[in-house]
């Protein structure tokens, strides 16, 4: 199952857990689960179907293009980070 | 070989042609003429000049605004006000991001900072613009100002805008406030980590507020017509940006406007997002579709574009007896300017970037005051927290009497190590940069004389990949135009054209890049984030492999065969097994046999950026009459990944050094208590110049980011990070005062001095 | 207000990159507005408008000047050389060639400011040391380089023209 690491913030809401196993093919459809067992999770991260925008998805070290609709393997390590550009 | 993993990889050097040499850059002939066509130079026929209304006032109600006896006045065409701004009702935190957008293009009911843009105005010439401007009437009512951050954060303080809740990702606090947001990272047992400690030490940092200082300034031209489309000759560092800004404040499609970017005297981050450019439209349609031209005067660049936050930093660092880290905390508190938006996301991650911490916790605070909004500069938010970091390691390693590179050797972070963000690192090149600066002549130098010292700090970045696309087109002669989205701000357009010349196995004088408008070439972001040879490079290697296999087409078409009976190797097409041969330039003379010319495009998101380790080692003298610090020596060592151009890769180290200098030095806004800024000018806001930095030396480490076809990590930013925290540390080796504010002029130098000695 | 008479424009004749030129401006325009807007000479840039960053650097009857610190009507009679009269009709300066070569240019805003300070220095003394060169190229602001790589121009220029120097005092 892929493993979601928890952003320090939304910790209150897993029981302080860091990272959490959660099945799911897409990260749309992982978050869905992991709703299901850690309620609010989804309201802090999603805003209407998307992500915060100023939140970007690293998938197995690199920042997904395709954000919720990004496909997990059954070993993927997804993490939140702040979206970034430069200057 | 070595048990330690990172050395166990090996990578073959490949032997590349075009790669790693250093050729005269395409647009150089053009620039050492004067033919170069900058943002201000764009002359179009019956051109009117654009001025802008500033707020005298740092905090203050727009009572009213009367511009009769400005539009009166003969010659002039056009005024605007934000009532002539379109409303934006789209709700959401999005919704608010515009509409800070449009406020800060034109304040609408309160004016938040000294400078604000108020009014503008188009006349037939620059003078008479100025004129209007005197003309027109505005009545404010002054406001109490919060200035920087602390005073913005108590519970009296004046508030800044009065919708804002303090976001914690996701969570919105209930009050009215003007901290922003607050964002954390954390990991381990930090109370444990202390616990640990034989060593703890904690100290507390300010930083000034800096501005990019590029030194052309903000420049527009547009033309409305009266069907709708609207054309823009800028100077930026993103056209697609300035495009999606210009829609969003004028609430205009996006079709609707062609960006078309000049060549850009600097950014650094500082010309991301757009001033000028909806004014001047705005301005034309107004008066009837002329062309409307605007160029800031210095005076404005410094008081009204993004400077990067001023700062308040707290870093506490834990050690035990060998100097291995236990723990690290740090708070970032930065200032936003007038709007959300301070690079906390660049500072919090770099902090503690270069080490490995097992139990850490880094909280950010994004809180706005009463100065110009906060804009990008080079590796955003960093330069000032690494400066508070790295100066706590070097007291951590002075008091334990360690070897400050040994220290770093210790703790430093290697490939799978996680970053404060918890993200693992690809393989870096951080302990190969530590190595060549142990191994430098310069680490083991005599300083030469009294009150000099010598100081080391080092640098993580995170570099940023994203979404590009260019468009080749292959010419009858043999050469290839090369059409990017990418601005080029310091030589890309060389850096991109090696790229695909090496792809195409053909010499680099073949390719011809060229910039493209935001109508040329499908959507690519702005030249930022050390992005444009990595993410366009990518594309550029894509597009250059698409190519061969057209081509390969197209001789199997001359040879009766299938495409996959042809090979490419070396800029040579060839019939398997057959001696048919075809060089790139034979081929591309017989394409009109084939049927059709040929072209073809590439769009992507690179996600791979490979992140940046930098090594500073500075020597300073401090005159003890005077404070005064003068940079004696000074070298740059940094993974660079491949080198695409090594000369452009030490003309950004050397540029990113000499940028530092003048954060550590030189630079900081100074206001009055009232809020009005005292030293908007460049006699005032001092740049360093040619006699204020030393010779540079750089040192390029080249570990390749796995992650890109050619090796490439991003270069342009990273080198700005270590110099405030390396001099910092030299000053401290030298006079035995350490530092905690920036910039370290000659007068807190000599205070800092004079106190330890009472 | 709104009759606000404007000062007449006054007739300005001088020499500029070799030509003669001869142009109507106000009283108030400066050496850099008319440069750039009336003739059409970009070469010269606009940086901070207050003498502080040298972009706008051009020789004046051979001395180096801000041109936006001086008048238009000042340089009646006056022979001005800007980037644009450099380069001999075919190619280009020892100073432009090695700024290239040297890769002095990075966005190219302040070269030609710090071109024709470098040949103001060059025409007082051919030999100059780093910190002479230095020195003279402090009035010319540059964010991208740190400098370097356009001493190092300066100095190849410098050399690369005492050379030609060279060979022709030895031609009979």
């Known amino acids: ?87 | 070989m070595s048990a330690d993993p990172q050395d166990s990889v090996q990578e073959a050097a490949p032997a590349y042609r075009v790669i790693g040499t250093r050729p005269i850059r395409q647009d150089g002939l053009d620039k050492v003429t004067g033919r170069a066509v900058f943002g201000a130079d764009v002359r179009l026929p019956e051109t009117l000049y654009g001025a802008v209304l500033r707020s005298p006032h740092a905090h203050a109600r727009l009572l009213s605004i009367d511009t009769r006896q400005a539009e009166a006045l003969p010659g002039v065409k056009a005024v605007v006000t934000a009532a002539d701004l379109p409303a934006i009702t789209l709700e959401g935190d999005w919704g608010d991001n515009l509409r800070y957008q449009s406020q800060n293009t034109l304040a609408a009911d309160k004016v938040l900072y000294y400078g604000h843009a108020v009014a503008a105005v188009a006349a037939v010439s620059p003078h008479i613009a100025s004129e209007a401007l005197r003309s027109i009437q505005v009545v404010y009512d002054p406001l109490p100002a919060a200035l920087d951050v602390r005073q913005a954060m108590r519970e009296d303080a004046p508030i800044l805008l009065d919708t804002l809740r303090t976001d914690s990702l996701g969570q919105r606090g209930n009050q009215p406030t003007n901290v922003a947001s607050h964002a954390r990272f954390e990991r381990g047992d930090l109370e444990q980590g202390f616990a640990q400690a034989a060593l703890v030490v904690e100290r507390e940092f300010e930083t000034a507020t800096v501005h990019p200082g590029y030194i052309e300034p903000q420049n527009a031209s547009a033309i409305y017509q009266s069907n709708g489309q609207v054309t823009i000759w800028c100077s930026t560092q993103a056209a697609f940006g300035i495009r999606d800004d210009v829609a969003n404040v004028l609430q205009i499609p996006v079709g609707q406007i062609c960006v078309i970017p000049t060549e850009i005297g600097g950014g650094f981050g500082g010309k991301n997002s757009a001033y000028l450019e909806p004014l001047a439209a705005l301005l034309s349609k107004k008066s009837g579709g002329r062309p409307v031209k605007m160029a800031m005067n210095y005076s404005e660049v410094l008081a009204a574009t993004g400077p990067t936050s001023a700062s308040y930093i707290h870093v506490k660092v834990g050690v035990d007896r060998d100097g291995l880290i236990t723990a690290a905390q740090a708070t970032l508190v930065y200032a936003a300017g007038a709007y959300p938006g301070s690079p906390l996301w660049g500072g919090m991650p770099a902090i503690f970037g270069a080490y490995r911490v097992d139990n850490l916790r880094v909280d950010g605070y994004d809180v706005v005051v009463n100065r110009p909004r906060s804009g990008s500069l080079r590796a955003p938010g960093a330069a000032n927290a690494v400066f508070a970091s790295e100066t706590v390691m070097d007291e951590i390693c002075e008091k334990l009497g360690m070897d400050v590179l040994e220290f770093r050797r210790l703790n430093g972070v290697r490939q799978g190590d996680r970053r404060s963000d918890g993200v693992p690192l690809p393989r870096i090149g951080f302990h190969e940069a530590l190595q060549a600066a142990r191994q430098h002549p310069h680490y083991t130098a005599p300083l030469g004389g009294p009150h000099r010292g010598r100081g080391v700090a080092c640098a993580y970045w995170g570099n940023h990949g994203g979404k590009s696309s260019a468009t080749a087109s292959v010419h009858a002669d043999g050469s290839v135009s090369l059409l990017e989205g990418s601005v080029d701000v310091s030589g890309t357009r060389t850096s991109l054209a090696m790229q695909l010349a090496e792809t195409l196995g053909i010499p680099l004088e073949a390719i011809h890049p060229r910039v493209a408008d935001t109508n040329a070439v499908a959507y690519t972001e702005g030249s930022y984030g050390s992005r444009t040879t990595f993410a366009t490079g990518w594309v550029v290697y894509e597009l250059g492999q698409k190519l061969i296999a057209l081509l390969s087409e197209r001789a199997a078409i001359l040879w009766e065969t299938s495409p996959d009976q042809v090979q490419f190797a070396e800029g040579v097409f060839s019939h398997k097994g057959g001696e048919k041969r075809l060089a790139f330039k034979e081929l591309a003379a017989r394409l009109d046999e084939t049927g059709s010319p040929l072209m073809a495009s590439v769009s992507l998101a690179a996600g791979g950026a490979g992140p940046a380790f930098a090594v500073h080692l500075v020597d300073v003298e401090v005159d003890p009459e005077t404070g005064k610090v003068q940079i004696l020596r000074y070298t740059a060592v940094q993974d660079a990944g491949q080198a695409i151009h090594p000369g452009l890769v030490e003309g950004q180290i050397q540029g990113g050094v000499a940028q530092g200098i003048g954060w550590a030095l030189h630079e900081g806004y100074v206001y009055d208590e009232a809020g009005r800024l005292l030293n908007a000018n460049l006699l005032d806001y001092r740049l360093p110049t040619c006699l204020d930095v030393p010779a540079i030396e750089p040192v390029i480490v080249e570990m390749p980011n796995p992650r890109h076809p050619y090796g490439v990590r991003g270069v342009g930013e990273i080198p700005i990070i270590p110099p405030p925290a390396a001099i910092a540390n030299a000053i401290a080796r030298a006079v035995g005062v350490r530092l905690t504010q920036l910039p370290m002029s000659p007068g807190r130098v000599l205070a800092a001095r004079l106190a330890r000695d009472a | 207000m709104n009759s606000k008479p404007y000062a007449k424009k006054v007739q300005v004749q001088a020499q500029i990159n070799g030509e003669p030129v001869e142009f109507l401006c106000e009283p108030r325009q400066t050496l850099l507005e008319v440069l750039r807007e009336s003739l059409g000479l970009t070469g010269a840039k606009e940086g901070c408008s207050n003498g502080n960053c040298g972009a706008c650097s051009v020789l004046l009857d051979g001395v180096l000047v801000n041109a936006c610190l001086v008048l238009a009507v000042e340089i009646q009679d006056k022979r001005v050389l800007t980037i644009e009269g450099l380069a001999p009709r075919e190619g280009l300066h020892p100073l432009q060639e090695e700024f290239l070569r040297q890769g002095a240019v990075q966005c190219g805003f302040c070269t030609p400011g710090m071109i024709l300070s470098a040949k103001a220095l060059l025409d007082h003394n051919p030999h100059p040391g780093e910190s002479e060169i230095r020195r003279w190229l402090a009035g010319n602001l540059c964010r991208c380089t740190g400098y370097e790589k356009i001493v190092r121009a300066v100095q190849a220029a410098a050399e690369r023209l005492s050379q030609q120097e060279a060979a022709v005092e030895v031609k009979p």
Not at chain 1, 13 to 19: C, H, M
Not at chain 1, 32 to 47: K, M, Q, S, V, Y
Request: net charge negative; no cysteine; glycine share 10%.
């Open chain 1, 1 to 87: 199952m892929p493993v979601i690491w928890i952003p320090a913030l939304l910790r209150d809401l897993t029981g302080g857990a860091e990272q959490v196993r959660t099945p799911g093919g897409t990260l749309r459809q992982a978050l869905d689960a992991l709703e299901a067992r850690h309620p609010g999770l989804h309201a802090r991260l999603i805003t209407g179907d998307q992500l915060r925008p100023d939140v970007a998805v690293v998938v197995d070290g690199l920042v997904s293009p395709l954000r919720v609709r990004q496909p997990l393997n059954e070993d993927s390590e997804v993490h939140f980070i702040s979206a970034s550009s430069g200057g």
